[in-house]
């Protein structure tokens, strides 16, 4: 690390190569076996390249804002910052001795103000753009932990981190509006270098569907009888 032997450089006569993968979010249980697996293969990768007169970026960093610091720290009367702080270098100093290649000049941390900055500023692009806005819309909501869950967060109607009941709930939640790109992305699969097997399942994540809207109009039927009839037809297309 204090060489820098695996920094990337600004040497433009170098191909360039990127090698990035997921960032762990530093909980306090520290690494576990889902980290150093894909950290590993890429890794290999990344070390390959560099033998081949590639100027490779291998960064690391922490997912560091999250819904667990915040119990912990509430439970524990500790501030997030100095809990996220402990566990950022509980993860780093795992890692090192692990003896990865990571560039650690590329070091981000999603909680650093000159960080999330950005990412403030993406939102608020969004929300000018009209692709931010709310909604009311059903969530998995924890009864102890008052938040909303994914549905991987919830088993056998239990909160996986409290075990506490989970209920579904009406709230009001920020969306982007992701639907505006499903084609631009799923014809953009065709020209990037993925294998075929991660462009069928993201063509499937993405879920392309075409139909047909079709009115009938029915005798003797009343304005709210025919429009019952429209959405069932709707829904059958």
């Known amino acids: 690390m204090d060489e820098k032997a695996f920094a ?10 990127y090698a990035l993968v997921e960032f762990p979010y530093p909980s306090g249980q520290g690494l576990h076996v889902g980290h150093p697996r894909p950290y590993t293969a890429l890794d290999i990768v990344a070390r390959k390249r560099r033998l081949q007169g590639y100027n490779v970026l291998y960064p690391m960093g922490w997912d560091a804002f999250g819904l667990p610091t915040e119990n912990y720290a509430i439970k524990n009367h500790i501030h997030p910052k100095i809990v996220t702080k402990n566990n950022v270098a ?3 100093n795992q890692l090192q001795s692990l003896g990865y290649s990571f560039d650690w000049d590329r070091e981000i941390n999603t909680t650093d103000p000159n960080y999330y900055h950005w990412t403030q500023w993406i939102f608020l692009k969004l929300y ?8 009311e819309m059903p969530v998995n909501w924890c009864t102890s932990c008052k938040v909303g869950l994914a549905n ?3 088993v056998n109607g239990v909160c996986e981190r409290c075990g506490s009941p989970v209920v579904r709930k009406m709230k009001s939640q920020w969306m982007l509006k992701i639907t505006e ?3 631009k992305l799923i014809d953009g699969l065709d020209s990037v270098d993925y294998v ?3 462009k069928v399942s993201q063509r499937n994540w993405i879920g392309r569907s075409n139909g047909a809207e079709v009115d009938f109009s029915i005798a003797g039927a009343d304005d709210s009888f ?6 069932r037809i709707l829904y059958l297309v």
């Open 8 to 17: 990337a450089t600004d040497d433009y006569t170098k191909p360039k190569y």
């Open 90 to 92: 509980r993860f780093k």
């Open 128 to 135: 000018k753009a009209g692709l931010a806005y709310k909604s």
């Open 152 to 154: 991987e967060e919830v």
């Open 181 to 183: 790109y499903a084609d």
């Open 196 to 198: 075929e097997k991660v």
């Open 226 to 231: 025919a429009s019952i009839q429209h959405a």
